[in-house]
């Protein structure tokens, strides 16, 4: 009986001891597994914190791009703002280009109309230059006339001092030559249709006063269109005789100082037509 209840605590003994043992285990394996889950754990807590340090610098990268991207998607703005007012303004620059090409073609247009309109000035003078030239070379004729076939005659020989009536011995002669004279001219076809006046100046020097003169001129400048119109019938000259008196008004100077005598002259003038010339303009500017 004892021996069975020593048995007995002997195998008592030994199952508590096995149990013990394997509480043991248990315990360090529990340790073990706590041991290895901290250290698991500590990793996976490294991981994550790594992977919070990536994603919060991918955040600030996402940032700093995205302010990239702001800035750029506001200087695109700027760019086709500006692209814009580029676009109109080179609309105006070439719209003002064009205005200018207009301009200019407008410009040269009547640049060259203002050459013919020189060029036919320079006719009209031209002609008065041949008409001169063709008056000169009459070898009848035997009158002072200048280049642009205008006639200046001698007071002195006209006229006595202080008259104003013709000499009767010069009168014949005068008649032929201002004769031939007016032949020329008012048949000329080139001239002849551009004349507006034929103007008779009776010019005196300053001897006496400037009224006196004045009268004296005028009743000479009277006297030899009364004169002209009493020989030469021709309506044509009718039509475009005028007397006028400049008293001395037009003296002749030489070497600074008047020339009494011939200051004192009769001049036959001849004057282009303004209407003619402004016909002529008109033409050319609107035609």
Request: proline letters at 1%; aromatic letters at 10%; glycine letters at 2%.
């Amino acid at each position: 009986m004892q021996n069975k209840e020593n048995n007995f605590w002997i195998l008592y003994a030994n199952l508590m001891g096995a149990l013990f043992f394997i509480f043991i285990l248990i315990i360090a394996a529990i340790v073990i597994k706590y041991a290895l889950t901290k250290d698991k754990l500590e990793g996976t807590k490294n991981a994550l914190s790594q992977q919070e340090q990536t994603l919060e610098q991918k955040k600030q990268d996402f940032e700093k791009q995205k302010q990239i991207i702001y800035t750029l998607a506001k200087r695109l703005a700027d760019v086709n703002s500006s692209y814009e007012k580029l676009n109109v303004k080179d609309q105006d620059l070439l719209i003002l280009v064009g205005l200018l090409e207009k301009r200019e073609e407008e410009y040269e247009k009547l640049k060259e109309k203002f050459t013919e309109f020189r060029q036919r000035l320079n006719n009209v003078n031209y002609s008065k230059q041949e008409l001169s030239a063709e008056l000169k070379k009459n070898p009848n004729l035997n009158l002072i006339i200048n280049e642009e076939a205008n006639i200046i005659l001698d007071s002195d020989i006209l006229f006595n001092t202080d008259s104003y009536i013709l000499k009767s011995e010069i009168k014949e002669n005068l008649r032929k030559q201002l004769t031939l004279y007016f032949d020329s001219v008012l048949n000329n076809k080139i001239f002849a249709p551009k004349i507006e006046n034929i103007i008779i100046e009776s010019h005196t020097n300053s001897d006496g006063s400037y009224m006196y003169n004045l009268d004296l001129s005028q009743k000479r400048a009277h006297e030899l269109l009364n004169f002209i119109l009493s020989f030469y019938k021709d309506t044509r000259l009718q039509k475009l005789l005028i007397a006028t008196g400049k008293s001395y008004s037009e003296p002749i100077f030489k070497n600074g100082k008047e020339d009494k005598i011939s200051s004192r002259r009769m001049e036959i003038k001849i004057q282009i037509s303004n209407k003619a010339i402004v016909q002529d303009i008109e033409k050319l500017i609107f035609n």
